[in-house]
């Protein structure tokens, strides 16, 4: 069955770094691109970039350049978030999803495929 | 691409025929999907390229439009429908959300 399957619950100190997982089973990892997208409690939700599952290449939203890295483990079927400097801004449940890179072998339906969600929370 | 949509909320009955709206600030072809969030839960998606419906989405949903002005559309509302809707685009990076349209109960 196909899954993303993310990291538990982080809380961090102003300052520190997080990492989250998400792994992927059930399909061809590197056929797709994985996204991160985060709500913050009372706000929407929001893009944070993509990575490339089969090259490693990255986009990542004006906001987050520089403090957030994106990458992935292709042995273990696995992508990872990773934010820096955290501030209390950063409070939020980070989601990872999935969307096809190239049709050729599936069909594209948005972000068709999500992880549970990690909730990440920033306080001293 | 800055994404506006419309309503912010929404207040309806069971049964009723919802519209939630977004405008992209210049055209995005087709790129475009909507997404359903309920609290607590990963979002979902339930139509994509402005007109798709996911597969496993009631056919209550519809989406149409292309361009800059789409449209979410939801008939016969059932009570698991009362959710928050997100329009995203993936024409070009960066991607976007809509602001959301939480729909409630009336």
């Known amino acids: 069955q196909v899954q993303l399957v993310q990291s538990e619950t982080e809380v961090k100190k102003p300052g520190a770094s997080v990492k989250v997982s998400c792994q992927a089973s059930g399909y061809i990892f590197t056929d797709y691109y994985i996204q991160w997208v985060r709500q913050a409690p009372g706000h929407g939700l929001e893009w944070m970039g993509r990575?490339?599952?089969?090259?490693?290449?990255?986009f990542y939203a004006d906001k987050f350049e520089g403090r957030v890295s994106m990458t992935r483990d292709t042995a273990i079927s696995t992508a990872y978030l990773e934010v820096s400097s955290l501030n209390s801004d950063d409070t939020a449940v980070y989601y990872c999803?999935?969307?096809?890179?190239?049709?050729?072998?599936?069909?594209?339906?948005?972000?068709?495929?999500w992880g549970q969600g990690t909730t990440v929370i920033v306080s001293s | 691409i800055q994404m506006t949509q419309s309503p912010s909320s929404l207040s309806a009955s069971v049964g009723d025929r919802v519209t939630i709206t977004c405008r992209a600030s210049q055209g995005i072809r087709r790129d475009l999907g909507w997404y359903q969030h309920k609290p607590g839960k990963a979002p979902k998606v339930l139509i994509y390229?402005?007109?798709s419906l996911q597969s496993g989405v009631p056919s209550r949903f519809s989406g149409s439009g292309s361009g800059t002005n789409f449209t979410l559309s939801i008939s016969g509302l059932q009570p698991e429908d009362f959710a928050t809707y997100y329009c995203l685009h993936d024409y070009n990076y960066p991607y976007t959300f809509g602001q959301g349209t939480k729909l409630e109960i009336k």
């Open positions: 990575i490339n599952l089969s090259s490693g290449g990255t």
């Open positions: 390229s402005a007109t």
């Open positions: 999803a999935r969307r096809v890179m190239t049709t050729e072998y599936d069909p594209y339906k948005g972000f068709d495929v």
